[in-house]
């Protein structure tokens, strides 16, 4: 178990809909991570938070969106969402300043339909 | 924009024999690491790199680090049923950011 809690596990939604996928890091960890593990893409960096701000992003679709709160948990906001957005979203955590991995979640299924 | 590329994607290989992956990226960086997934699961952190000439072993993997070659390998010794995963190399980004770019994959089977 690396710490980083992210829920829910599964979810399957309908084109259109919008969904919310929240990450809880690491205790202590000031960064959080997203990314999207599809099939045909590998694994794509979307987003950084570090203590509350934005500090990177990556390939992120302007119909996504994320947050990280004052308690460092993170939200990822779906929207208008297409049968391509089917993939396995995960957070990540990793420590401040300091050279080490990022620790990841389980993971959360998003289904398409 | 740092890319990082895997070789080879996939790997079939009898139990008992040796191989190396290795991971190419394009822009400076000297820290490392390598990550095995199994199937549906999470990614699992397996080695951190953090220098040139950086090498760490655990069990049968040994991950090694070539700063200005830009080129990291893992090397598999005498392998067993139990390594087949995936593994992926990242990089971090750096300029303070600890974005991990990660690499392809490489998707290893151990035939018995």
């Known amino acids: 178990d690396s710490g980083v809690t992210q829920t829910p596990k599964h979810l399957i939604t309908a084109t259109g809909q919008r969904v919310t996928l929240r990450c809880s890091p690491r205790s202590g960890d000031l960064s959080v991570y997203w990314y999207q593990q599809s099939l045909d893409q590998g694994l794509q960096f979307l987003i950084q938070y570090y203590n509350g701000e934005e500090r990177a992003k990556g390939n992120i679709l302007e119909r996504f969106s994320a947050q990280q709160f004052p308690d460092l948990h993170s939200e990822l906001n779906l929207s208008s969402l297409e049968l391509g957005d089917s993939a396995l979203y995960f957070c990540?955590?990793?420590?401040?300043?300091?050279?080490?991995?990022?620790?990841f979640g389980q993971g959360t299924r998003l289904t398409v339909v | 924009e740092l890319k990082v590329e895997q070789n080879p994607l996939f790997l079939s290989m009898q139990e008992g024999k040796n191989y190396t992956i290795y991971c190419n990226y394009s822009t400076t960086s000297d820290r490392l690491y390598w990550y095995r997934q199994d199937p549906g699961k999470s990614l699992e952190s397996l080695f951190v790199l953090l220098s040139n000439g950086a090498v760490k072993q655990e069990g049968r993997l040994m991950a090694s680090l070539d700063t200005k070659a830009r080129l990291s390998t893992l090397h598999i010794t005498a392998a067993v049923h139990d390594l087949s995963a995936t593994y992926f190399c990242a990089v971090d980004a750096g300029s303070g950011t600890y974005k991990y770019i990660f690499g392809t994959g490489t998707r290893l089977k151990v035939l018995a």
């Open positions: 990540a955590s990793s420590p401040r300043q300091m050279n080490t991995e990022a620790f």
